[in-house]
């Protein structure tokens, strides 16, 4: 029943049976970066396609290729929206700030103006009788035994408390709170304040969302066709959903790009196809098929040992062009066994962002000024990409040596199309990481391979890397599974785990405001050994998508 | 507000009924106004249910000094409005919409004095979104905190923090 015998990359393999363990990944990843970058050094540049309306094969291209090996820019649409991408930029944070009054949208329009018109209140308390719950300071006594000295000190009338100021703190964004630190020398020193943690720590989740649960089954798990079902559940709720129907090859497991909903709308794809994507409505149970991008479009040459893969996935929403947006990366490199430089010293590996928008209903080019070929790229559908406020966010990594690897947030601002980026620090081979939301705060998940602590930081303001906050350090029991397979609504972190009979898995969480650990029982969720599982948020809407119902 | 003054006593003697009757509680402010309330609300208030509890039911008039009425009608009205199940968004707006952040404040002490844990809540979030774009300063004068920090210090400190004093509201002058 316990499974803290078998080793953790074990049950990766196991649990993701047409999954790579990151272990793989990043070995393979890292295997192609060294190649990628051979093919950068020796050849044309990047700029090379900045043109959307001119395409030529590579100068230097010995004409074998040509035509075969590029994306027609045509095949893109031609209305090209190229703002001059500067790195690194910093905008303003949006995510921490406009959240929180989201939850609360009392406080809007009652500013410093309003309150002119009010006289200051003379104070009617002594600031010593406050907080003093105890039943003895009323009642019994005398009336006259309680302050009522409006005639004392200016100084002390109406002071809050510092047990009830902190209650205040705790509901502050990050960047204020720190800002507070000036205030005094103890609001310094506030996250060292235990008291204040157990408060900031338990208010920081989020109950405005659902959480659903998404797993895949083998309908017969040991004769190919590898066929999936799917199913969509949101907990502690019993209305049923129908995804859509599936892909065109079904083999793979339908996920979540992003892992939440934006607007109340999923973008669906299958790990085992990139550039297949479904947007999908849950509440007006409307669906609409993407149509691919040219990548995946143009037939590759036999004899081409130029592969094209797919990074940097996400979904998210251009608040001002109300849009929604899809964004990948394609990233070509050359792999062959034999004439490396001769094959390399004619072909320019190629790399750039493609993004759809959903109101033209086409896809078009997008070529960054930022190299990120020095980056690990991130799968899709696994908890490394993120759509917050108007920006998607995805986890990379630089690798220096097994024990020095660097982690970074790259953002890209669907708005303005910039990137920039918030370094979070350095770490070993064997972490394994996590992007989640908490309570409208981008967090950062870490366990390391084999072992059951995890960390979480959240992020007080974008492109400062100082502003990383550790919020948890937690040790869940050791049949949980690490990595999770996803992140609920309040504050839950969610594991499998095996049953015990060890042949099945259940689903379990763990609240991090109780720090308990529970199993998910009574679901209606198909439960078998090759389950593949994925929670996220969602929280509806009622957003048209156009498309079509079941 | 007047409505809820049934009268006004002028010594806060305290006053003997039977604990079987429901009778209403009557809260006495700070400034000797008497408010009388179902008891159904005074369980709301945490300091006001366990004086009872203590006197076994048998005391219904309980001073509250440190409460003026000015605030004990809001109080009340909040308890009222969280016993029937109606505390919605819209609600809660409307509540501190006419406050401004002085009374937003005292009424903040009396919750903390009553110990109401909803509407303590909810009033530390509303000081929470009204004070967060805020300076220090103005936070120092809010919270009736001495700066215990030397010139010199202060000034590291905020070059350290320097990215957190962006987008910070400039004090208004009459606030305070």
Known sequence: MDSGGVSDADNIDKRRPFYESSKAWKARNLK??????????SFTPLSFYKGPTTYHPGPMCNGRFAGKQFVPLSLYTTTVYQPDPVFPVFPVCEGINSSESKMFPVCEGINSSESKMFPVCEGINSSESIGNKSSESIGKNSSESIGKNSSESKVSRNSISDQAALSILSKLPVKSLKRF???????????????????????????DY??????????????????????FHLLHNTIKFNLP???????????????????????????????????WN??????????????????????SNLYEELFFHAFGYDKLRDDFKIVQYVSSF??????????YSCLPAKSYFEIYSLKTNSWRMFDMANDLSHWSYPPPFDGLELYLDGACHWLVTKYHSSKHVETTLLTFHLSDEVFFTTPIGESSYTLETRLMVLNGSIAFFSNHHGDTVFHISILGELGVSQSWIKLYISDPFPPLRCPPIGFGNAGCIFFTKTNSTEEDYELAYLDLSTQKTQIIKDHGITLGKKSYFRVGLYKESLFPIGGSSH | MAEEVSSQMNSLSISETNPSSSATISLVSGDDIVFK?????????????????????KITTIPLPNISSHDLPYVIEYCEKSIAGKITKEFEAEFVKKLNNEEVKELFLAANYLNIKKLLDFLSQVIADRIANKSVEYVRRYFGIENDFTPEEEAKLREELAWTFTGVDPDDEDEN
């Open chain 1, 32 to 41: 192609r970066k060294k190649k990628e970058k051979e093919v950068r050094r």
């Open chain 1, 181 to 207: 630190g000036c205030v005094c020398k103890s609001w310094s020193v506030l996250f060292e304040n235990s008291d204040f943690m157990t408060m900031y720590t338990n208010l920081f989740v989020s109950h």
């Open chain 1, 210 to 231: 659902h959480t659903y649960i998404l797993s895949n089954d083998l309908d017969q798990p040991e004769i190919p066709p590898f066929l999936n079902h799917s199913e």
């Open chain 1, 245 to 279: 129907p599936p892909f065109p090859y079904s083999d793979g497991h339908v996920s979540i790009l992003g892992s939440t909903s934006v607007n109340g709308i999923f973008c669906l794809g299958k790990t085992s196809m990139e550039n297949q994507y479904v947007l």
């Open chain 1, 282 to 303: 849950p509440a007006t149970d409307k669906f609409r098929r993407i149509p691919s991008s040219p990548t995946g479009l143009i037939p590759k040459c036999p004899q």
């Open chain 1, 334 to 343: 050359v792999c062959c066994s034999r004439g490396f430089d001769r094959y």
């Open chain 2, 37 to 57: 309330v179902e008891p159904t609300i005074a369980k709301e208030m945490e300091t006001v249910q366990s004086f009872i509890d203590e006197t076994d039911g």
